[in-house]
């Protein structure tokens, strides 16, 4: 079993930027693929970023490309997700994930384990 737990998250006005991060218990996180999904009230869970194994490749939403980074620290079982030019439309709760690799790395049932969530909020 994997726990991860999520923070970073809280309230920025618009075009100011916020870094999350995602922290991983037990020994296998380096074998696992890491992903962010983001869920508005109302809304569907919607994939936002997912890196490899090894850090070596990462994909991205179109509506975040350019403005967020998502990178890994398998030596302290970190994932983070730094985003810049925060829009409204980037308010959501924010949730890491974790998988094994798969083409399917856009889909929010492909992965195994999430954390609970935390809250970012853009203001206008």
């Known amino acids: 079993q994997v726990q991860l737990v999520e923070s970073g998250g809280g309230l920025v006005q618009a075009g100011g930027s916020l870094r999350l991060s995602c922290v991983a218990s037990g020994r296998t996180f380096s074998t696992l693929s890491m992903a962010w999904f983001r869920q508005a009230p109302g809304k569907d869970r919607e994939f936002v970023a997912r890196?490899?194994?090894?850090?070596?490749?990462?994909y991205y939403a179109d509506s975040v490309k350019g403005r967020f980074t998502i990178s890994r620290d398998n030596t302290k079982n970190t994932v983070s997700l730094q985003m810049n030019s925060l829009k409204p439309e980037d308010t959501a709760v924010y949730y890491c994930a974790a998988g094994r690799p798969t083409i399917m790395y856009k889909n929010y049932d492909a992965y195994d384990y999430w954390g609970q969530g935390t809250q970012v909020t853009v203001s206008s």
């Open positions: 890196i490899s194994l090894g850090g070596t490749s990462d």
